[in-house]
């Protein structure tokens, strides 16, 4: 498979349609960005890398850190995790306080912003400095010392971020958050806030594409089941309320962000970023689901 | 890979495990089942068979038809049939009227109850006969022209079925029905009674994991890409509200139905079903489940 | 208080406001009427009458019907009928589905459309021909031998009612439906069918501002306690998803229809009717809210 | 009438009842009241005044003060305040936040907590220092400069009231929080720890019974609109979600608190105050509704 070619003719083909969505503004960091970013990464299990675009441009990866949180706190405690965030589809909008409230505080699955917000509550109840050392669990993960939390971003965040003040004060309410919650809070906006690029992204992810264990020096991050099991969560709920579109259009385990990314994996073989801001009205990149929904397509490489 | 082997040693474990769940007792046919028997047959694509157990024993496969009738309707009319049901996981109960209420009588995916009415009334627009040419598809499928509808089950179901004939009108009343709800009824009540055994149902489905061409005799059912996303959809949706942890748990796209059945896929390699009657409250076979989870697990075979 | 004064001036005044809203149009036979029809007829606990404008044409009086069929219900059963049917507000349309799933088939009130399927359902269990007789009841009521069923309405009602016969089934699957949802639906739409006008209504109603008995002969149709939970739960639930807002303006227990009438109770003093086809968003009339808004606020007779 | 007469025979009989429901106890300060407490008082429009048992006995009003902030805001602003929270009955549970989801943060009625806090925003917009301004409106109301805050039970709530905190924030996330939430909740928690007894009470709710006027000095507090508005909102929305069935059983409008208070009024006759901690399911008082009902009954004054 000539994987260079492949990339190149669909970035060629997805760049030249009409800029179509909008960019996410309900904070101005997000609202500013270019919206003629595009930008593609792809790295194989044996560590081959290809990227086109705007691969190296670091951009804020916003939900899609929520697979990294996820991922420390199932290393950190297994199964028990489950107790507190369930791994079912919402079939609601990802902030939703609807369903939290029929399912008493339990959050649907880790990715909407009520399970995320459980999740980093978790990490700080195992770890003695959660966010330095979750920085440090992702800077490990890409190889790459550098990567940084967004002060401005997280600082925006906490301003604007009054459904999510209410998520976690809704979920402490059940008894389902053990911290304060501004505490919790704290940590969730700033494991949004991380800026990395495509090229950065897809590194970081293909640990899920090679049985748990990082390609380039081979620590084991999670066991076959564990990280079989964040695939499957990836594959039913990874695309807010179009997780079941993705499925049905991409066949890869996913997840995305409103800053605009999206990330893939294909067990065994390889983990594909892909970055333009432009979303549609359920928050998934535009053309990001277009290229990956193409490259399926052509290299007939679905799960399905 | 031994296969006989593992099915038979797996078949053993959980034929001892004891007996948990309760048989579906909505209608007399399906209380009356004998809750002991238990069924596995896999299908490769190569045609190899392995069975054990009950699996020659006819039961009622239920929901599992839905795939079959969302198959025939899918080559009828392509992509078309997505503006009548939408292919996203419900977060709700599978006869659940709410979520139909809120999304004007959009099904949320054709396994919910109201997205097979909605199928069944597409068939019954582009077929003559729908009830006699859906039974000669399944037939053609499995290479098997003795199978049939049950009409003691129809007829009970039809008696019973207050819940689906409020669905029904429920969706009329939005026009996302053609024909008279009570013909929708009367073909929707035929298909959920077929009977089939293991072994039937495992050869009738290879065509999903054989990118939609018959194996004995290469005919093409659906093409590539309608078969990934028939596929994908059973990955999402086709667990009721447990599609989410048969993911997670097993790892391969299935259907389930309240008569005890499971069927999963896994794509390019085999077809796979289980048999057992007694239910966890989620409505799906709980020794089904236990025997698919670990038969994922010892072959590494989940596509995650 | 110069009764006849008052409502001329009224009748004046907002038969002159421009004309708003829109005519029920779901069934042809509603859809006909002539939009400026605007009748109001008011009647004293002494048998003192007044009207004006079209207050004796009939017209089709449909969920006013509802009190009457809830009276007979509770003369006849007294307060069993609570286990059958809730007292309180809504807070959702008249016709949800979701309610009913969350209370397990219990209607909120008798007014929701589901409560008035399960009150026909109580009066086909207590009655030999509860079509018949609950016409009688009605007659009686108005001391008026010509008061008819529409069969034109019932016959169309019958086949546009999708949303309807899913109520019943979907209120029959929970058990709290006795009768085949067939029989009961006749009976619904028999109920609603029924044409009257104001100044008949009027006279009807009169005994609810008498303390349950009829002014004209004395009969007690029912007790104090009975005519005062009657009146109460018109106040809280008689306006659909409006009721607060009717309270809030018009401080009168009341009901309204969708054919545009509305009758109203003052306690010991009056019922009053009034009827305008054109309704607002909620299905309440416009120029009935508008009347009675002014008539309370005039004559100083809110019960607040 | 003998007033007197009435209340001791009722109180005697309803104190004699067995001790039913359960005390608040979701903060300290309200679990360790006296569970035997009982006190009724009414006073008359003629400023007579009846009070039997622990009448005089300060307790935490709680829901009731929103009644105070309620017209407070009204005389402030008048019926532009209908543009900030509706008049319909909630039709689920006073914390819900479900419905605010679907109503786009605009609170059901000025009752539910959403309701109350955007209440509290609006005072704080309209007066310098809302905290001590609210306190000299209910001072006033009541002829008593002695009324208090409890800062003990307001801190309580502070620390324990995380649904509080989350629906703020919620409404804030729509937009209809002006302040700070936190600055709000600060209002709402001082507003609902009131201490008052059942006698003064009923003095400073008389003014709803007198056409807006207090009774002792003649002071305007609402025009006769506004009090016959206030009064239809506590008829519709005043029990939560047991309005319906207090407004059945008792027939006058009211407003309950969950330190076990209920004030009932009857327009143009007096106002009526019950105390008894001992709460139902439903958040109301037990036998303060059980006297009530009997009252209105024996007087036969409920205003149906």
């Known amino acids: 498979m000539d994987y260079q070619f492949v ?25 500013k960005v270019n919206p003629k970013y595009f930008g593609v990464a792809l790295t194989l299990t044996d560590n081959t890398a290809f990227a086109i675009g705007n691969a190296d441009i670091k951009f804020s990866i916003q939900s899609i850190a929520k697979v990294f949180s996820l991922a420390l706190a199932y290393s950190l405690i297994g199964d028990e995790i489950w107790q507190r965030v ?100 704290d940590l969730y906006f700033d494991l949004c806030s991380i800026e990395m690029s495509c090229s950065e992204l897809s590194k970081s992810f293909l640990f899920l594409a090679n049985n748990g264990c990082k390609t380039t020096d081979g620590l084991k991050i999670l066991n076959y089941s564990q990280t079989k099991r964040i695939n499957a969560i990836m594959q039913t709920c990874g695309f807010y309320d179009e997780s079941g579109e993705f ?29 333009s801001p432009l979303l549609n009205e359920k928050g998934n990149s535009v053309k990001g689901i277009h290229f990956l929904e193409q490259f399926t397509t052509e290299t007939q490489y679905s799960i399905f």
Not at 247 to 274: C, D, E, Q
């Open 7 to 31: 990339i190149n003719s669909l970035y060629d083909k997805v760049s030249n349609e009409p800029l179509q969505g909008a960019v996410a503004n309900y904070i101005p960091e997000l609202a």
């Open 86 to 185: 369930n791994v079912e589809p919402s079939g609601t909008s990802f902030n939703s306080l609807v369903q939290l409230e029929a399912d008493l505080g339990l959050p649907r699955n880790p990715f909407v912003n009520g399970g995320a917000l459980v999740i980093c509550d978790i990490l700080m109840c195992q770890l003695e400095d959660a966010k330095s050392q979750l920085l440090t669990f992702i800077r490990n993960l890409s190889d790459n010392p550098l990567i940084e939390y967004s002060p401005n971003i997280a600082a925006s965040e906490k301003t604007n971020g009054f459904r999510n003040i209410a998520l976690c004060n809704f979920i402490k309410s059940f008894g389902n958050i053990k911290n304060h919650p501004n505490d919790v809070l």
């Open 247 to 275: 499925t049905f259009k991409v066949g890869l385990p996913g997840k995305s962000g409103v800053g605009g990314g999206i990330v893939a994996i294909h067990p065994n073989l390889y983990s594909i970023v892909t970055w």
